[in-house]
């Protein structure tokens, strides 16, 4: 990520009749550095899902390129360790931490019920 710190924040409505997660929570709006981007939806693991999860078994850390099995195009893929941090019942963040542990994170996922 060499054009400097990615900051996702995903903002969800706080509905006072369910008691769940915030990781939980179905529908989310989506911010990319302070931009609103879109939506976010929890879904399931897929069959196609897990086959990438199965290809990614031995990388620990890295970036890469996946060809596509089924169709044309490839696949993206990240992969690193995160630091969890728990803000509160209403709040989690993820930082991605480099591996030189000098310098801080280049990504953070925000997950905010508000409301």
Known sequence: MRLGLVRI???CEKRPSKKISVLEEPI?????N???SGYAVKRELGEEDL???QHLYAVSMGAGVLPAENQDGELTYL???FQ???GSKDS??????NSD??????LSVFFIRIG
Do not use: D, F, H, Q
């Open 51 to 53: 086959m990438v999860m």
């Open 84 to 86: 969890r941090i728990i």
């Open 79 to 81: 992969r690193a360790n």
């Open 9 to 11: 924040a995903l903002e």
């Open 28 to 32: 989310w709006t989506l911010y990319c």
């Open 34 to 36: 302070g931009r609103k």
């Open 92 to 97: 989690e963040t993820y930082y991605m931490m």
């Open 101 to 106: 542990m000098n310098s801080g994170p280049e």
